[in-house]
């Protein structure tokens, strides 16, 4: 698959697994999956797409460097980024007591004022170091912002850790922002 076929339909499934599965007939379930056979389907009755087969989504989940998708079970979610769930995750966990947001520089102003981190999404990944927060930073600037995290006070305040996945280890709704790292 060439490298801007690959990034193209990389985009497309992020936009119907993280924000609009509904329009695909698709739907969800609780910790985001969706069967693969279903997705395929999905995106085969549009015509830019319909050339797509399983080999062809396999083949660019595991050579993504971003790692956008897991496939588990024969059923595939987008990772982060979500807008169209309430929830993506497994139970809640309790975290360390801090944990970190790796952010481009033009989202400090805003954040810095609310004293909270975006929520567009329905979750915001959480690093466990700043070294990783950087990492998760660095995609979008070169020179990222990084905020500690007081993630005891957040689950305290009935706003639940999760634990989503390995790289970005943990999500939470909301929380108040404890100062840059």
Not at 16 to 33: I, K, N, T, W
Not at 37 to 53: C, F, H, K, Q
Not at 67 to 84: C, D, K, Q, V, W
């Amino acid at each position: 698959m060439a490298s801007n076929r690959f990034e193209s339909l990389s985009r497309f499934l992020s936009y119907v697994l993280r924000h609009a599965p509904q329009e695909f007939g698709l739907s969800l379930d609780h910790c985001g999956f969706v069967s693969l056979d279903m997705l395929l389907a999905a995106i085969n009755t549009e015509s830019r797409w319909n050339w797509v087969r399983k080999e062809d989504l396999l083949n660019l989940i595991a050579s993504s460097p971003r790692r956008r998708f897991e496939i588990r079970g024969g059923r595939i979610r987008a990772l982060y980024g979500h807008t169209a769930l309430k929830m993506m995750a497994s139970e809640p966990v309790i975290p360390p007591e801090y944990l970190f947001h790796g952010t481009a520089r033009r989202f400090s102003s805003g954040i810095e004022r609310s004293r909270s981190l975006p929520v567009r999404r329905a979750f915001v990944p959480l690093s466990r170091s700043v070294e990783e927060a950087l990492t998760v930073g660095k995609r979008r600037d070169h020179n990222p912002v990084v905020y500690r995290i007081h993630a005891l006070d957040s689950l305290q305040r009935r706003n639940p850790v999760l634990l989503c996945r390995k790289c970005v280890s943990f999500a939470f709704d909301s929380s108040k922002v404890s100062a840059k790292a």
